[in-house]
T-cell receptor, first 114, second 114 residues
Framework: KAGVTQTPRYLIKTRGQQVTLSCSPI?????VSWYQQTPGQGLQFLFE???????NKGNFPGRFSGRQFSNSRSEMNVSTLELGDSALYLC?????????????FGPGTRLTVT | GDSVTQMEGPVTLSEEAFLTINCTYT??????LFWYVQYPGEGLQLLLK?????DKGSNKGFEATYRKETTSFHLEKGSVQVSDSAVYFC?????????????FGKGTRLSVIA
């Protein structure tokens, strides 16, 4: 079974621009979560989608948004990029949203904002 | 809120040495507990998990036991290899109803030298 895929793997953007990252979950998984990883803050939860609905959201500004499509693929968007948005963005998929469900991670998208 | 504390790294060991990475947690109720590993340039891989007290998760020679009385989930391996060099993350996911994200520790970098 194919794992979680994320595109693109690397991205360089300029301050003020916007960016869209894509995540395709493991086949059959309906929940997709997004995390931001930085050296200073570690791994922080952004949001989770299940059946095209945002079910949970972390403590990030409104510039960070996401959506999920009917095939469970998800995108996240960051508008008006800031230097501090430079990070590894990780997507994780799971069968469901409850605590017993394991989350499987993709390789991440490395975003650099200059 | 829920939190995970793991020992500061980096940890440097010789090949075949015994490994312990300490992890303690704070959570309401009884969360599921996980260890993830991140190799350079990659996303997170689920290493092992435990979903209830006294459960032992194991994989690839690594073990961790869910200790409710000490709120701990220490990672151990009897004989490390150079290929185990990576960053290890302890994480929890609350099991209350609703949608619960993973809460991660800061990570512990392990370097194994031949």
């Amino acid at each position: 079974k194919a794992g979680v895929t994320q595109t693109p793997r690397y991205l360089i953007k300029t301050r003020g621009q916007q960016v869209t990252l894509s995540c395709s979950p493991i086949s059959g998984h309906r929940s997709v979560s997004w995390y931001q990883q930085t050296p200073g803050q570690g791994l922080q939860f952004l949001f989770e989608y299940f059946s095209e609905t945002q079910r949970n959201k972390g403590n990030f500004p409104g510039r960070f948004s996401g959506r999920q499509f009917s095939n469970s693929r998800s995108e996240m968007n960051v508008s008006t990029l800031e230097l501090g948005d430079s990070a590894l963005y990780l997507c994780a998929s799971s069968l469901g949203t409850s605590g017993g469900n394991e989350q499987y991670f993709g390789p991440g998208t490395r975003l650099t904002v200059t | 809120g829920d939190s995970v504390t793991q020992m500061e790294g980096p940890v440097t060991l010789s090949e075949e040495a015994f490994l312990t990475i300490n992890c303690t947690y704070t959570a309401t109720g009884y969360p599921s507990l996980f260890w993830y590993v991140q190799y350079p340039g990659e996303g997170l891989q689920l290493l092992l998990k435990a979903t209830k007290a006294d459960d032992k998760g194991s994989n690839k020679g690594f073990e961790a036991t869910y200790r409710k009385e000490t709120t701990s989930f220490h990672l151990e391996k009897g004989s490390v290899q150079v290929s185990d060099s990576a960053v290890y993350f302890c994480a929890l996911r609350a099991r209350n109803s609703g949608n619960t994200p993973l809460v991660f520790g800061k990570g512990t970098r392990l370097s194994v030298i031949a």
